[in-house]
Structures are given as structure tokens and as C-alpha cells.
């Protein structure tokens, strides 16, 4: 099982800077090994974005004797100290991240005095791309040649001297664009976006690659994958390479709005500026609006096809050169969010599918269920983003209580879903501090898993299945939840549809289809019904293999959004409730009376099943979980025997009579396991 850790290691009480992440002591690995961790995300190597010489620091720097005495290290004696205790640390790059910040110098430039949290001491200057590129302190860091020897050239073969400059994303009116979601409140410092399609920006993550592998990266994890789409909900980009790559686009993808564009020599910037459009019309937040300018949906489709030959060369020169200098290829991985649409052509590139969950509530169990079906059959880990009920969490450790903390780390696992520990997890500078775990409550949980791994097999029992169209999701995407990212990004109903089921104690799985990812005969065969939530985009081959399937006995129940060639089978409701009541008709492997505030998941295993069950019954006032009494539940089999394990120990007992199990005193979380 993996056990990853949201493993930033951020300041207590302190802001969240990017780039950099804090320097690693060896206290800090221990921590990882006690809390049975093998999988580090974000943890390190990250300062590329500031430039290519202070990554070489942080990779190699000597470390004075103070802080040894600490066990303090560098990122390649980190990496080497993770790795002797069977631990993966992670190397990040920030794709949509280029930085500059204020410092001050000795007057001769040949100390650094102060970085980002200025003292009121000498010359003010700045460090970033910017510097760093033209050798602005050539006393304080090697020259940009050591790493550049013959430059940097844009596409036209022209060479690129300041890197701010060349790489930087540009708006309809050639104003930069701004990654302000980074940005600390109250500081001096600022966070540019750039340009995945220029071929400098390109060359430099590649040197920014072999650095990391040269220090020994098992991982490396590409954050802000999307960062073409985050260009394009901010007015961009508009350089030249993305303007000569539009026109080869719209060629291959002609439309009744290109009839009349001689596309050999199209300017899209030209184009919309003759009709009076600025940066404000591209980023009103009226998204209706947006999609009423000229091309506007298919320039953001453009930018959202750039996404995976990015990653690819990413991915490609990670493995090659991983390869050549270690003889082993080193993993990839990308940050795919919250499993959103637009990140479906990345998957298959990943070696781990890793995330960030958020809009965290008290109860998720629907959204885990899909992201079990996104995780594809790989194994991964998301970090959580933090909210409302993130930051409650933190006041009830603060007050020592763990309930709700060990909720949120068992719920995911018991559907085939997996969280970080949050280990100086970032809070998105929305208050002053990070998130860090208790740490005896995660020791004893991580023992408590290794101990019974064989209970998470992650083969999810169901007869019932919700298809998820990835297809009809990416449309709902691009025009309707551009501006909810990572709530439903605009494909609520099937989100609902899932969560009422859970609510309802109904097993089912998510059966994901996308075009990589298509739907089969043999996907179909282990299911009796099948629900179709929007789903209106699917290939006449899939449509047949479900008609194919119905007249086997299949059942099929459209809602919403119904394609018309599946009409005959849309299910009208009132209310949620209306779909779990006609789809009790077919028997489960669990039926359980109304129990409320239970959610449950069943796992095959090698012989017999897993029944997890979990508690969601926290109390208000004390923030603690209250037991459930009792809990009954019919089975689809009749068990010969039954044994209880549960997290954290409650007394919890099981009894069998014949195919009926009745369970009692049900703490936070109980497995039963039916042989």
C-alpha cells in the first residue's frame, strides 16, 4: 500500500513560500519512516522556478557545521537518505511558476544579505528568473553559462537572454500573466506564468530535469501539468509560437467559424483586436460571455491539446536521461488536480496517478468511488487541499482531538482511494501556518495498516455501476465549469448521483470511459444495471456494446442529459432517493436497513471479502465520533465466519446467523472480514 505524505514541510505558523521548499532535516525522514510513509509528494528540488543556479544549490550545496549539527541536508543527501529507508522522494517541477523576489545585498554585491523576508539592511535588489538568467550577481552565483553554454534559442532561432522575458505567458494586449493563487498576501514578490510552448522554456525544464536525476530523483512530479489551460482562463497565451500553432490547429480542426479565414496567414490576436476585444472581455468572469467570442471555445481547446505533448517531452526526457545516467528510469508523475477532464490524455503518461482533493468535507465517499475509476488500476496518492472543514480539522488537533483527522485519512481507503499525510501541507497562504499531522495518532494508524494491508485489496465489489463519460465531462468543463475548478467542475449531476448512492448504502463502482480508456464487453459483464449520468458523447461502437448488453439482461437508467440514442432509457425523478429505490430492485452483495450516517465498501479477497465500514456520526459540540450501536446487514453470500478489526480498537463484535450479520459498537472505522 502506498502511504504517501503531503510532505511540503512548510513552517508552523508561517506562510507558504513557492518555490523552494524548506530545507530537509534528518529528524524530518525519521518522522516519514515512524509514520510507515514510502512515498514523498512535493518534497523537494522545486527552486527551478527562481533559476537554474539556485536548484544546483539546493541539490548541492554545503551545509554549514550549525546546521549539521541539526541534521540538516541538501536535496541530493535528502533523496539518498530516503531512499536507504525505502522511501521515494519526489522532485517537482512548476510548470506554471516563474518568480522574482526582493533581497538586499552588501553594497559590493558580493554578499546576500536578506531573500523575500527583507531586514532593512543594505542594497535592495531582486533574485529571480530575471537575475539569475543575465548573471545580474555574478559574485553571489555561477555564471548562467555553466548550465547554458550555448544559450537558449526562441523558435526562430534567435537567442534568449533574459528568461523572464522569453518565457512568459502574454495576454491579448501583451501583458504578462500573473500565477497570483501563489502569491503571499502582504509581500513583494511575484509569481509570472509562462509559455509551455516555447522551445526555450522547454530546453530550460529539460537542464532542470537532469539536475534532479543527477541528484538522484526516483520521482519527478510535474505540478501545474495544465498550466496552457491556466494561461487561457487568464487571457492567453497570445506569444508568436501560440498564435502560429492556433492557425495549424483550427486548419486541422476546420468549423463553420473558419470558413471564411485564409489560415495560412491568420493572427488571432490581430483578428479580435479589429473587433474591439481587450483583456477584459477575455476574462470576464461571465463565462456565457466568453464563449460568445469568435473561436474563443476553440483556442481554449487548443491550449488543453498542448497539455500532453508538454508532459511528453517531460516524461520522455525524464526516462531517457534517468536511464542513461543510472541505468534505471525514474518515475512520472503529474498533479492531475481533482481528477478533472482535461487532465484524461496525461494519465497514461504517469507512472503514479497523484492529485489534490478538494472542497474536503466531513463525507466524500461518492467522489472517491470515481477516483478510485480515475486511478485507472495504477497506484497514487492525492494531497488534500485545504477549506472549511481542512482548517477545522486543524483547530480540533490543535485541541487534541484526532476523530475527525482519522476520518478523513480512513474514509478514501475505503474505496479504493488514497490521501496524503499532511506533513507542512500548504494552506494557500489562507492563514499563516501549515498542516501537520498528530504524530503518535498517525504512528499507531500506519502500524495499524501494514498490519492489515491484505484488508485493502481495492477490488470493489458491486453489481451496479455509474459510467462516467469523460467525454461529455470535458464539455461540461469547457462550458460550464471553467469557473469552479475543482468543486464539479461543471458536471454536478453526476457527482450528486454518486454521493446519494453512497448516502443510500448502495454498492457500485464508476465505470470511467474515455477514449483511452474505452468502454468494452467485458467492463459491461460484471455489472447487472448500469446508471448514465449526462452522458451524451459516447462512440456509436459503445453505444452498441450497450444495447448489446441490455438485450443480455442488462438494465440501463439515463438521467439528465440523455444521448438520443439511448432515449428509451431516461429515468425522470424527483429527488435522488426516486433513482436508489429503483435501483434496490436488483439484489446487492450488502443490503442494510436504515442505518444513517454509515457508509460502506466491500473488497474481494484472495479468499472471501473485506466489509469496511465507516462512521460518520461526528458530534458538533464534542468533535468526537459517536459509536453506532448496531448495524444489520444482508448479505449476498452466507459467510462461514466473521472477524472484526477496527481503527482506532472500540470493541466492535460481529455476529453471523446464517446470511444476516449484525455488527456492534461501531467505532470510526471496522473491517470485517467474512471468510
Known amino acids: 500500500m502506498i502511504r504517501g505524505l503531503h510532505y511540503m514541510c512548510w513552517y508552523r505558523q508561517d506562510w507558504n513560500y513557492h518555490p523552494s521548499m524548506p530545507m530537509k532535516r534528518l529528524q524530518q525522514v525519521q518522522d516519514a519512516v515512524d509514520m510507515?510513509?514510502?512515498?514523498?509528494?512535493?518534497?523537494?528540488?522545486?527552486?527551478?522556478?527562481?533559476?537554474?543556479?539556485?536548484?544546483?544549490?539546493?541539490?548541492?550545496?554545503?551545509?554549514?557545521?550549525?546546521?549539521?549539527?541539526?541534521?540538516?541536508?541538501?536535496?541530493?543527501?535528502?533523496?539518498?537518505?530516503?531512499?536507504?529507508?525505502?522511501?521515494?522522494?519526489?522532485?517537482?517541477?512548476?510548470?506554471?511558476?516563474?518568480?522574482?523576489?526582493?533581497?538586499?545585498?552588501?553594497?559590493?554585491?558580493?554578499?546576500?544579505l536578506a531573500?523575500?523576508?527583507?531586514?532593512?539592511?543594505?542594497?535592495?535588489?531582486?533574485?529571480?528568473?530575471?537575475?539569475?538568467?543575465?548573471?545580474?550577481?555574478?559574485?553571489?552565483?555561477p555564471s548562467i553559462k555553466k548550465f547554458f553554454p550555448n544559450g537558449l534559442k526562441d523558435s526562430d532561432g534567435k537567442p534568449v537572454t533574459d528568461f523572464l522575458k522569453g518565457f512568459m505567458a502574454e495576454t491579448l494586449e501583451g501583458n504578462p500573466i500573473f500565477s497570483k493563487w501563489l502569491m503571499v498576501p502582504g509581500h513583494d514578490h511575484t509569481c509570472y506564468s509562462p509559455c509551455g510552448n516555447k522551445p526555450a522554456f522547454r530546453q530550460y525544464l529539460r537542464k532542470e530535469i537532469e539536475i534532479m536525476i543527477d541528484a538522484g530523483a526516483p520521482v519527478v512530479h510535474i505540478d501545474e501539468f495544465d498550466a496552457q489551460l491556466l494561461a487561457a482562463m487568464s487571457g492567453g497565451c497570445f506569444c508568436t509560437d501560440c498564435l502560429r500553432l492556433f492557425r495549424e490547429y483550427l486548419k486541422q480542426h476546420p468549423s463553420a467559424e473558419t470558413e471564411d479565414l485564409d489560415l495560412d496567414r491568420f493572427d488571432y490576436r490581430a483578428f479580435l483586436k479589429k473587433k474591439g476585444y481587450t483583456d477584459a472581455e477575455l476574462t470576464d468572469p461571465d463565462i456565457a460571455k466568453r464563449l460568445a467570442i469568435p473561436l474563443w471555445l476553440s483556442f481554449v481547446r487548443f491550449h488543453i491539446a498542448c497539455i500532453e505533448p508538454g508532459v511528453i517531452d517531460i516524461a520522455d526526457h525524464v526516462r531517457a536521461y534517468s536511464l542513461k545516467k543510472t541505468g534505471k528510469r525514474a518515475q512520472v508523475t503529474a498533479n492531475l488536480y481533482h481528477c478533472d477532464p482535461h487532465g484524461e490524455a496525461v494519465r497514461k503518461h504517469c507512472d503514479l496517478i497523484i492529485g489534490e482533493k478538494a472542497d474536503i468535507k466531513l463525507r466524500q465517499d461518492g467522489y472517491y468511488r470515481f477516483g478510485h475509476a480515475f486511478f485507472g488500476g495504477k497506484e497514487g496518492s492525492f494531497i488534500e487541499d485545504p477549506g472549511p472543514y481542512v482548517h477545522a480539522i486543524m483547530r480540533d488537533l490543535d485541541a487534541g482531538k484526532n476523530d475527525s483527522y482519522i476520518l478523513f485519512m480512513l474514509e478514501p481507503l475505503a474505496h479504493g482511494f488514497n490521501i496524503a499525510i499532511p506533513y507542512g501541507?500548504?494552506?494557500?497562504?489562507?492563514?499563516?501556518?501549515?498542516?501537520?499531522?498528530?504524530a503518535e495518532a498517525e504512528r499507531r494508524l500506519g502500524a495499524w495498516l501494514k498490519e492489515h494491508e491484505g484488508l485493502f485489496t481495492n477490488r470493489l465489489v458491486a453489481e451496479t455501476a455509474v459510467l462516467y463519460d469523460q467525454r461529455s465531462a470535458l464539455d461540461c468543463e469547457l462550458t460550464q465549469g471553467l469557473n469552479r475548478r475543482h468543486l464539479d467542475v461543471g458536471f454536478p449531476l453526476f457527482h450528486e448521483l454518486c454521493q446519494s448512492l453512497c448516502d443510500a448504502r448502495m454498492l457500485y463502482n464508476v465505470l470511467y470511459v474515455s477514449p483511452d480508456e474505452p468502454l468494452t464487453a467485458k467492463r459491461l459483464a460484471a455489472y447487472k444495471q448500469l446508471v448514465l449520468p449526462d452522458v451524451y458523447s459516447l462512440p456509436e461502437r459503445e453505444i452498441r456494446l450497450l444495447r448489446a448488453w441490455q438485450k443480455k439482461g442488462g438494465r440501463l437508467v439515463a438521467a439528465g442529459k440523455v444521448d438520443p440514442r439511448l432515449a428509451d432509457t431516461r429515468f425522470t425523478f424527483d429527488t435522488s432517493r426516486d433513482l436508489a429505490h429503483l435501483l434496490r430492485k436488483t439484489p446487492s452483495w450488502?443490503?442494510?436497513?436504515?442505518?444513517?450516517?454509515?457508509?460502506?465498501?466491500?473488497?474481494?479477497?484472495?479468499?472471501?471479502y473485506a466489509l469496511h465500514l465507516v462512521n460518520y456520526r461526528l458530534n458538533s459540540g464534542t468533535r468526537q465520533i459517536a459509536p453506532i450501536p448496531r448495524a444489520s446487514f444482508t448479505l449476498g453470500w452466507t459467510p462461514k465466519h466473521a472477524r472484526v478489526h477496527a481503527f482506532p480498537a472500540s470493541g466492535a463484535q460481529a455476529h453471523l446467523k446464517g446470511n444476516i450479520l449484525t455488527v456492534e459498537n461501531l467505532g470510526i472505522y471496522t473491517v470485517v472480514e467474512l471468510g
Open 36 to 112: 510507515s510513509g514510502n512515498l514523498l509528494l512535493w518534497s523537494c528540488l522545486g527552486s527551478a522556478a527562481i533559476g537554474i543556479q539556485y536548484l544546483d544549490q539546493e541539490a548541492n550545496e554545503a551545509i554549514p557545521a550549525r546546521l549539521r549539527f541539526y541534521g540538516y541536508l541538501n536535496d541530493k543527501e535528502f533523496i539518498a537518505e530516503c531512499a536507504a529507508r525505502g522511501i521515494t522522494a519526489s522532485a517537482v517541477i512548476w510548470k506554471a511558476q516563474l518568480w522574482e523576489f526582493p533581497a538586499e545585498f552588501s553594497e559590493d554585491e558580493s554578499e546576500l
Open 425 to 438: 501541507a500548504w494552506l494557500q497562504n489562507q492563514r499563516q501556518d501549515s498542516f501537520y499531522p498528530p
Open 115 to 141: 531573500l523575500n523576508k527583507l531586514r532593512g539592511v543594505g542594497k535592495k535588489g531582486w533574485i529571480g528568473m530575471r537575475e539569475l538568467s543575465t548573471d545580474r550577481y555574478p559574485k553571489i552565483f
Open 590 to 608: 450488502v443490503e442494510t436497513r436504515n442505518v444513517r450516517d454509515l457508509g460502506l465498501s466491500l473488497h474481494k479477497q484472495r479468499k472471501g
